[in-house]
């Protein structure tokens, strides 16, 4: 889930930029630190907006730099359980498809795509059942559930997020609108 939220970090300006430290050298070195990076509390830093308060400068001993808290806002992606989010698929492996969900990727396991039998399609990039016309492939766009969740903060890119789209209203998007068809027609007939 994407969220807009106000955080306090500090950061160290060079000796060369002392001269003027401004909102926008500020936010330009909160940037540099924090964007991209994964925390448990707040999740992934996608974007800092705007500073807001800059506090006195701290010299530490054997640092060339001065350190400054900041308070500022901050737009944030942090994965919540069983969140349902919408996705693009990827990558797609034997194991299953790698969607992704905002900054990271989330492994959508071939057991939680289908109860249909799905077989990796190396040459076209995809899982496609044998029972039907149902594939999944790259660029197609999926919702999911999320089922799991392992943040590693010092590697964001390590972080797991597992997956389904087994549950009624979740899967690839073309099999949804197939799905809602055709339960109309089934009521229609009734």
Do not use: C
């Amino acid at each position: 889930m994407y969220k807009r939220a106000r955080l306090k970090d500090t950061v160290e300006v060079p000796p060369e930029e002392l001269g003027d430290v401004t909102p926008a050298l500020v936010k330009r070195l909160l940037q540099d630190k924090l964007e991209g990076r994964m925390d448990e509390e707040v999740g992934s830093v996608v974007s800092i907006t705007e500073v807001h308060d800059i506090g006195d400068g701290t010299v530490l001993p054997n640092r060339p730099g001065v350190y400054y808290e900041a308070e500022f806002d901050a737009v944030t992606f942090d994965p919540q359980m069983q969140e349902v989010v919408d996705g693009t698929i990827v990558e797609v492996v034997e194991f299953g498809a790698f969607v992704g969900i905002g900054p990271v990727d989330g492994l959508l396991h071939v057991s939680q795509i289908s109860d249909e039998y799905l077989a990796f399609d190396r040459e076209n990039q995809r899982l496609a059942s044998g029972e039907s016309d149902k594939a999944i492939g790259v660029e197609d766009a999926v919702r999911a559930r999320i089922v799991t969740k392992s943040i590693d903060e010092r590697n964001p890119r390590d972080s797991k997020i597992g997956l389904t789209a087994k549950q009624p209203g979740l899967g690839k998007h073309g099999w949804l609108t197939e799905e809602l068809e055709r339960r109309e027609e089934v009521a229609a007939g009734e």
